[in-house]
């Protein structure tokens, strides 16, 4: 289904002529692409899934970030302009984001249903987010909350 959405908004920047979007597009897909080849051995003919694909769009915006804090130390302000577009053209295919409180709440609700009370239970936890939230949640940030609730 995502496919299906960036080869859409592929053929429609293609259209509007919206270069950045065109190229930000393209370079989603060049990335889809790879990872799909790098699949085929795994034994996935059709490629990755959905969330893996949320996976590597939360990559690339991420990416994008730390690029503009460099380009902003050099002062760089058209390439800090240039990260920034692409960052809205990843975010329209990205599932709305969880704010810190709904990160925090969800967090909790999901250690009381696992029943994690040490440092030891961590990677469960944050595996069952990953499997539940792919694409919704920063899982650093998820991360750190994990890890003081636990300590």
């Known amino acids: 289904m995502l496919r299906a959405k960036l080869?859409?908004?592929l053929k429609a920047a293609a259209k509007e002529g919206d270069k950045r979007a065109l190229s930000t597009v393209r370079l989603i897909l060049a990335a889809l692409k790879d990872r799909d080849?790098?699949?085929?051995?795994?034994?996935?003919?059709d490629g990755i899934s959905d969330d893996e694909i949320l996976e590597l769009l939360q990559k690339m915006v991420k990416q994008r970030?730390?690029?503009?804090?460099l380009y902003r130390k050099g002062q760089r302000a058209d390439l800090v302009q240039q990260e920034e577009e692409e960052i809205?053209?990843?975010?329209r295919f990205l599932p709305q984001a969880m704010d810190e409180d709904a990160t925090k709440a969800t967090v909790a609700e999901?250690?009381?249903e696992l029943g994690a009370a040490s440092i030891k239970d961590m990677g469960r936890v944050m595996a069952a987010l990953?499997?539940?939230f792919a694409g919704r949640?920063?899982?650093?940030?998820?991360?750190?909350?994990?890890?003081?609730r636990l300590a």
């Open 130 to 132: 990953k499997e539940r």
């Open 88 to 91: 809205a053209v990843i975010n």
């Open 7 to 9: 080869n859409d908004a």
């Open 137 to 148: 949640m920063d899982f650093a940030k998820a991360s750190a909350i994990v890890k003081s």
């Open 110 to 112: 999901l250690m009381d």
């Open 37 to 45: 080849i790098a699949a085929r051995p795994k034994g996935k003919p």
């Open 65 to 69: 970030q730390e690029s503009i804090e």
